[in-house]
């Protein structure tokens, strides 16, 4: 954990605000390593944490809540899905539901509709409410992109830029392994000055920010890039930014560690009660 | 063939609702006027739920209509543009789920303008639950949590909307409050009913026979609100109403 020292792990260290952004992988994206969907857990610093899965830009797809309570079964958490579209079945307030979660983990599909749909249901302020409470928000694809100013997308058909939230400053384009249609359109939006400087991500990646700083990089596999994209003389010009390859057999909480939660009766409490149902939730 | 601009807001009811009957269906496919009518079906309010498309095409076979659908969460795949694939139907279907939802994803789209200028164009515009609210002013929407929700629709039609109205008592009564508190004066309707307007007056309103009444409701003037129940034409099996749009542009005349 070296790396993490220094700067950057001050920001971890003061800096509640998280957000772990994918360019791809994770379940929605049947991938078998499970190490991006660990970190999110990780990340919140938590023994059982609550983790709801936000699948609105596939429009809440089955086969995607399917794959959430089956990956995250593999670990101690607290799992919920919430689903724009039913929200009168389940007679949910968002905002209430939202903030008391550990992790939100926002999934694939139309940003374009998943960012209409949250204005709508006015998700976009309880984001930066949950985000600023360190509710730990995380995502691949349109999930990962909403966060910043812009991303590249193809909820038009065709690859283009698309305004995001402005949590974190620059832009995200993401599959840059298995979608390259939209590397052209992301230089294009950059060259143009339609998006600022930014991120492209593989699948199986993913940016850690504490804050609006970037204060990691990490991957799946050693093979897999992120790039650093910023405008120089006129043309977007590309460098790798250092990786660290998660490991498949590390045990949970490591990332957790550098940002403790501070100790005390009533969480311990709580959280052993929570340990306690979802025990009993698996062996029901 | 022209059409003068029609809507058919149900109550609840048709394929959607898995009714055995599908009298709402074939009244609809009737109005069209032609013998195989390109019908559209808007799944959006569901998040483009697949399960609910395969009962479209199920109930909307191709032996007596041109199916088809659009699914804005997919746009990579499938029409290729919308607008013009809307304004060459004769019939659009709106399914139902959440209006809020489907209302935010529709102007990201520009499907709300595109959809003003099919109806102006004559193309028949249906739909139940959120498929019917979204052509009202403004409606009340599902219980989300709390209060009931004032939700501001397209506005093709100038009054306000509720759905599954002598079904949901709770419903009833938010309906009626709001309009006593201010909303424009409207229509709640119940699972098998449903309004057919003409431009933007009701032209009739028909049901299964098994419905719970269609109501107008409007504000009293002493701070409450008077329910005015409609006459329901009974449909038939096989009988298809008086040609769409003969009746139609008799009703506009009118």
Redesign the interface.
């Known amino acids: 954990m070296s790396r993490m020292a220094g700067a950057a792990g001050r920001c971890l260290r003061e800096d509640p605000r998280r957000i772990l952004a994918m360019g791809g992988g994770g379940f929605t994206m049947n991938d078998r390593s499970g190490v991006l969907d660990r970190l999110v857990l990780e990340l919140t610093g938590r023994g059982v944490p609550r983790v709801c899965f936000l699948p ?7 086969e995607q809540l399917m794959r959430f309570h089956e990956r995250f079964s593999l670990w101690p958490c607290e799992t919920s899905i919430l689903s ?5 079945r389940d ?4 905002r ?1 539901f939202l903030l008391s979660q550990d992790a939100i983990y926002v999934g694939g ?2 940003m ?2 998943m ?3 949250w ?3 006015r998700i976009d302020a309880v984001m930066r409410e949950a985000w600023e409470a360190g509710v730990v928000l995380a995502g691949l694809s349109a999930g990962a992109m909403c966060w910043f100013e812009g991303g590249i997308s ?5 690859p283009e830029a698309v305004k995001g939230l402005g949590f974190l400053p620059g832009s995200l384009s993401v599959h840059r392994d298995s979608e390259p249609q939209r590397w052209p359109a992301y230089q294009r939006a950059i060259a143009d000055g339609q998006l600022p400087d930014g991120y492209a991500a593989d699948d199986g990646t993913a940016l850690v920010f504490a804050g609006r700083h970037l204060v990691e990089c990490v991957a799946s596999a050693p093979s897999q890039r992120i790039v650093r994209v910023e405008l120089e003389a006129g043309s977007p010009v590309q460098r790798p930014l250092p990786l660290r390859v998660l490991n498949r057999a590390e045990a949970p909480a490591s990332v957790g560690r550098l940002a403790p939660a501070p100790i005390d009766a009533e969480r311990v409490a709580v959280e052993e009660l929570r340990s306690v149902r979802v025990l009993r939730q698996r062996w029901e | 063939m022209r059409r003068p601009p029609q809507i058919v807001a149900f109550g609840g009811g048709g394929f959607s609702m898995g009714s055995e009957s599908t009298l709402l269906d074939d009244y609809v496919i009737g109005l069209t006027g032609v013998p195989r009518p390109r019908v559209c079906f808007l799944p959006t ?6 399960h609910y498309v395969v009962r479209f095409y199920r109930a909307f076979a191709a032996g007596r209509c041109e199916p088809s659908h659009i699914s ?5 795949t499938g029409v ?1 543009d919308p607008r013009a694939h809307l304004l060459a139907q004769d019939l659009i279907y709106v399914g139902g ?2 209006v ?2 489907l ?3 529709w ?3 520009g499907l709300d303008t595109a959809l003003r200028e099919a109806w102006q164009t004559g193309v028949v515009l249906c739909g139940g639950s959120a498929g019917s609210l979204c052509w009202f002013s403004e409606a009340v ?6 209060a009931p929700r004032k939700v501001t629709g397209l506005g093709l039609l100038p009054w306000s909307n509720a759905v599954h109205y002598g079904d949901e008592p709770a419903r009833r009564a938010a309906f009626q409050g709001a309009i006593a508190t201010g909303m424009a004066p409207g229509y709640g309707v119940s699972d098998g009913a449903a309004l057919r307007f003409v431009g933007v007056e009701l032209a009739e309103v028909v049901g299964s026979g098994r419905d719970s009444g269609a109501f107008f409701v409007s504000g009293d003037g002493h701070g409450g609100a008077t329910e005015r129940e409609l006459p329901i034409r009974k449909l038939d099996q096989c009988l298809f109403p008086a040609h769409g749009a003969d009746a139609g542009e008799e009703a506009v005349a009118a």
Request: hydrophobic share 30%; proline share 2%.
């Open positions: 609105t830009a596939s429009g809440d797809q089955r724009l579209f039913h929200l009168q007679r949910l307030d968002p209430e599909g139309s374009r509709n960012l209409a749909i204005r709508e249901h193809l909820s038009g058909g065709r | 309010a569901s998040g483009d739920a697949d804005l969460f997919r746009r990579e290729a789920g959440s809020v939802s209302l935010g994803t102007r990201a789209h929407s599902g219980f989300h949590c709390g």
